[in-house]
């Protein structure tokens, strides 16, 4: 171990530290060690690098940070680049209870973090999670939010007194008594913020909150976190994909990049310039696809007009995206276009569901009536709130649930009477989480697996499991396990064991949950040349609405377990009964074109592309395609 | 949305509900005692009733639970019955079935040990439905003195035990869709076995790493001692169970002991 220590200036520079002998370190006087840390701060960290137990590449390098009282930092970047590992060192979680090699200085509300024990905390930091079934402990409201004061050995009528006011901000009065698992998503994850803001901490962290909710969750979560920050004035440092919905109530952002920080500043400098990030496996991603959609749109909007692009007033909302367009009008009225037309039913429907009804008790029906058809070659999105019935319709096209004879038909035959082996040739169902459908302990046999079961010759499982690792470019880790892989690549591998016995349905639940914008770009640019080379079907289960927006052509909306529409997106979107009930929220693009549109209905009308939008705005379009 | 097990707990503001853990506690160790230490069929029948009444009316435990809970005992219990009945050797000729003489002790012998396991199934059934584990969880530190860590262990161990359950679930759906067809036999449980071992070793540690996080960051383990707000007490309810399931379980020791119990029995026959 290699300590110095600095007693002139009254502090314990902790490089080099092995925090595996953390317990030798004499620690200085908390009125000494306050000193330390930058007046004023909430976090004042000081080039510090980061390498997991057992792990030689740092996961952190040098990181340096400061964060003032009752600021709002948003932290991005690509999967990998460090940023939840940052946040574990926010409350000495890095590197008491994940150890491995910290170096540098890290102080949290004055405290060091080397020297402070993780509980010690408590009163000062609280951290929330992404997963709220793996973050709460209890199974009552109530006991939820007592728990970290009753550690503490608060008294218990204090206790109750600060579990009705943290209940009480987060919207959740009069919820004390009921049982965890009777709320939806949202509830729970309100309920672990109400957990942590019971002890009053000065700094709330937060990582991916909303990467498990449906779009009216997320926005209750961030409704909380934005009266927290302004009204009660709590500092915040959170790690969130949703940039949509975050742009306008964040003080600050910073990119972080392969262990890095690469950008530190307001948001409106952040989301003007493109920058270069990296994946977890190397390759380059631009930094915009974690950009808010109405700062791409004035990007992409200023480009087209030739005009600089906007830093100071880059437009971070949809209301000052309105404003920023009205200033970029260029020629004259365009010509009427014609209303995109619904897609005909095809004339062989790839599949029938007729009047579905399906319960696992009799009087409690999961879904009333479902009527739809999936012709070939469609991209079909599948909305809804959770807990709408989404995933048991799909479960029941691949039998997972059994469904009553006659309600579903594959082509001319009944489902119902098809083998489970049988349906999974003609329908690949891709699981939210990857790594629970892995049979074996190689990425080439998992491939191969549904040929070699089905009898396929030898030489034709080389050579079909070869193509399909080519078109999912794992071709180099055809020898290694699937656990060993990352995120984006276990969810590829994935795909690929259902393509290679070329599906007509592929139904995808929840593709882009706890991934980023890019990501989601790539799986579904992997869907689109399926789509090309063999016409399969694509039916996904998303509350991605850009997604949904970019990639669809169709849209079915599930609410209670009935079936609400059957449309375009765009269709959907413009309905707002609709997505209201179906706890959606239009993309910015729409609603940004929506505005526009009223005002100048001669120029522009309702769209889901941006190109199209600038195109109308700057009047190239038509030109342009 | 999955259909739930019958074993766990649900809320509920019945008589048993409202009694504390360690009391249930100390019902289902009574239980438990009387059913091991009778012999006897006529006792087991009331020590069986004596439970399904407490299940129906004092734990308003609906019978279809109670036959979803049990169902697949109750055909053990039965076959355990009439298995013993034919192959235990007895005195007393009862009734004759088919010519294969029935003996009145093994009958009654029979039925007694069958009784005995069902009694025992359906009293843990009443404690599990009744009992939230947490309380019993804060009973065990705030009454018998154990650390609250090795309770919260305890208690956490309970409350994940759904979530693996449910975890399995998606995992086998998840293989079936691969292709995976579930095959009866020791060999093919085992591969099975071998195949969800990984993902759900992954997905708990995980969720258990997460777990600890949570725990941590909100301070558990600071001090020696937490406070709990509400903690279960024994209320004069507790203490009346309490001393009629002691005094029936002295009573029927005392009388083996001393010899008064005299065998009467239900198949009494010629």
Redesign the interface.
Known sequence: MELAVDNTAGMASLRSLDVNDVQEITIAPSSVRAAVAAEGSVVDIRGISYAYEGEADPVLREVSLEVGDGEFVLILGPSGCGKSTLL?VL?G?IP???RGRLEGDAFVCGKSVVET???????E???V?Q?P????????VR?EV???????????DE??ARQTEALAFVGLDGFGDR?IFDLSGGQKQRVSVA??LA?RPRLLVLDEPTANLDPNGMAEIFGVLRRLNRESGTTIVMVEHRVDELADCVTRVVMMDRGSIVFDGDPRSAFSQRRAAHSEEGDAVPSSAWFPQAAEFALALADASGTPAPSDDLPLNVDEAVRFAEDHFAGGPRAALPERAAIPASEKPLLTVRNLSFG??RKQP?LTDINFTLGEGEIVALCGRN?SGKT?LA?LL?H?NAPPPGTLMLGERDITGLS??DI??EI??V?Q?P?????TDRVWDEIA??LV??GYADHAIEERVGEVLDIVDLKRYRDKSP?SLSLGERRRLSVA?MLVLEPRLLVLDEPTIGQDHERAQLLMGLMARLRERYGTTILMITHDVRLVAEWADRALVVSGGRLLFDGLPQAMFANTDLIEEAGLLAPPVFEISCALAADRPDRVQPTLSLPHLVDMITGTEGRSA | MNRSTAFQFRSGSSFFHRLDPLTKLAWLVAISLLAFGAYIAWVQILIALAVLFTALALGRISPLVIFRGTWLFGIACVSFWVIQTLTLPGTHVAFTVLGHPIYAESADYALASALRIYTIILSSLVFVRTTDPRELAIALVTQMRVPYRVAYAFFIALRIVPTIEAEIKTIRAAQAVRGVVRKRGLASRIGEMKRYAMPLLVGSLRKASMMVMSMESRAFGAYPQRTFVESPRMTVASYAVMAVMLALVVTWYGALAFGYVHSIYVFSGA
Not at chain 1, 117 to 123: H, I, M
Not at chain 1, 133 to 140: G, P, R
Request: neutral net charge; hydrophobic residues 45%.
């Open positions: 574990q409350n979680t008491h209870t994940l024990r993780v509980a010690s905390f408590a009163t930091v609280g951290m999670f997963d079934e793996a973050q709460i402990i209890n199974t009552l006991d007592r728990f970290g004061l009753e550690n503490l050995c608060r008294p218990a206790i109750v049982s957990a942590v002890a696992y008790e999961i807990g048991t479960r691949v997972i489970a082996r999974s040739a690949g169902y699981f989480n790594d629970h459908q892995f049979v697996y549904g079961v089905r656990f064991t």
